[in-house]
């Protein structure tokens, strides 16, 4: 059997009865850190465009875009959802890859759940079996090599996507390897948008779970596709030269549950950049301590952190995304504001931390890359114009608890629905798995 025939038997024979109950839970914070984007559609400019760019409220029997009055098909509502939950930058993260699963998956399962009228376990089920899909095809895959070039999520949640809609629409193990088959062959997105400045890496998910859609209906209308797509001799490994690796993708499928190293990032900046700007909270947040006084910083990371697309660069930073993804500027960000805060990233033109993070060098760091991907490490050593020179480490980035995921997501959802079906929304993602139908949460998350 193709290793995309075991991950399909595997996710069709996926009961919640059978999910270890961290697992559940795991499953409900990652829904709602997803959904709490989907409230910020009419903010950002990518996301008002995905929105125009979907055929809205036609006859057909739609599925929400979320945060809006609005049903589309399937595919289009997954589009316009991925779209804005990517655009927030605080997508969950599968930290051993830098993959955001929750973008890849949840759009599309909740999309056809809801057309079809499917229960909240495969719901629950459905974004399990996507998420292990994901990550363990990132293990696979991804190296530091093919990161600087292709981006690791639209490059592997394309197969992912597909798995989470097939299983949500109940498929038989043979469709959802199709689903994944066909699927997998659109896999692209390139990180030149992290050289360039601009900002199109949010339609990476979204053009990939609307191809995620399309390749499940095919499945489901009978059509056929390779199911050595992965790990066959023309597949997608032996493309990344990763074919060898090919036992990663079911090596303790079903016992070792990837879902529960996912993270949640606080800051809406490149996931390489979390533990670093959690440090500099640390020191900004010192009696006494006065940004005014850094000489220089250096900013000691993993080689995979300094290799990526972006992340080492000391500006002057002319864009929000060069903001972002840069080490320099995000720990210069936080230094000066004194804590994590999201409009940081926005003034990007803040001429007093461009000129701290144009003082702040990058170095790789031979015992945190050893560490890695275990650990996502970093040390930083402030130079002091007066005093001594300030020397700080965290072996590892420290995930939002699922308590902090659920205040984010009611103070953007509050707005949109109210404070009484916000929390209605997380009452109802609490007890997804005896819900009867999914519609009963989509309901909530449709404004007036």
Request: glycine residues 6%; aromatic residues 4%.
């Amino acid at each position: 059997m193709s290793a995309l025939g075991e991950l399909a038997g595997f996710a069709s024979s996926l009961r919640v009865r059978d999910l270890p109950p961290e697992i559940v839970a795991k499953a409900k914070t990652c829904l709602i850190d997803a959904l709490f984007g989907n409230f910020l559609v009419s903010v950002d400019p990518r996301a008002r465009a995905a929105l125009r760019a979907v055929a809205a409220d036609g006859a057909e029997p739609g599925a929400t875009i979320v945060g809006t009055p609005h049903r589309a098909h399937p595919g289009d509502a997954a589009f316009v959802n991925a779209a804005s939950t990517a655009a927030t930058d605080r997508s969950d993260t599968h930290p051993a890859t830098a993959t955001h699963p929750g973008i890849m998956t949840v759009p599309p399962a909740l999309a056809l759940a809801e057309q079809r009228g499917r229960d909240g376990a495969s719901l629950i089920v459905a974004l399990v079996a996507g998420y292990e899909t994901m990550c363990r095809l990132a293990r696979a895959v991804i190296r530091p090599e093919i990161a600087a070039i292709f981006r690791p999520t639209a490059l592997v949640g394309p197969t992912a996507a597909a798995v989470a809609a097939a299983r949500v629409l109940d498929l038989p193990a043979d469709r959802i390897v199709v689903a994944a088959s066909l699927a997998t062959q659109t896999a692209s997105g390139f990180n030149e948008w992290a050289h360039a400045g601009t900002s199109e890496h949010p339609f990476h998910a979204a053009f990939a779970v609307r191809n995620a859609v399309t390749a499940t209906l095919l499945a489901e209308h009978g059509v056929d596709s390779a199911p050595t797509v992965l790990d066959g001799a023309s597949g997608l490994l032996a493309g990344f030269g990763s074919r060898a690796n090919a036992a990663v993708l079911t090596r303790g499928l079903g016992r070792d549950w990837e879902m529960a190293s996912i993270v949640h990032k606080p800051a809406p900046a490149c996931f390489f950049v979390q533990a670093p700007c959690q440090l500099a909270q640390e020191i900004a947040r010192r009696p006494g301590f006065d940004p005014r006084d850094i000489d220089r910083i250096e900013i000691r990371v993993t080689d995979t952190a300094a290799r990526y697309p972006g992340c080492d660069n000391p500006g002057p930073i002319t864009a929000h995304q060069g903001a972002i993804m840069s080490l320099q500027f995000s720990v210069a960000s936080v230094l000066t504001a004194g804590r994590v805060v999201a409009e940081s990233w926005r003034n990007y033109t803040d001429p007093a931390v461009n000129d701290l993070a144009g003082r702040s060098s990058v170095v790789v760091d031979g015992l945190l890359t050893a560490a890695y991907p275990a650990r996502q490490g970093v040390r930083l050593r402030l130079s002091m114009r007066r005093g001594a020179a300030v020397e700080v480490a965290q072996e590892d980035f420290r995930s939002m608890s699922r308590d902090e995921v659920v205040a984010r997501f009611l103070e953007s959802a509050t707005p949109n629905l109210g404070a009484p079906r916000a929390a209605a929304t997380i009452a109802c993602i609490d007890r997804l798995e005896h819900l009867a139908d999914i519609r009963e949460l989509t309901s909530l998350i449709r404004t007036s």
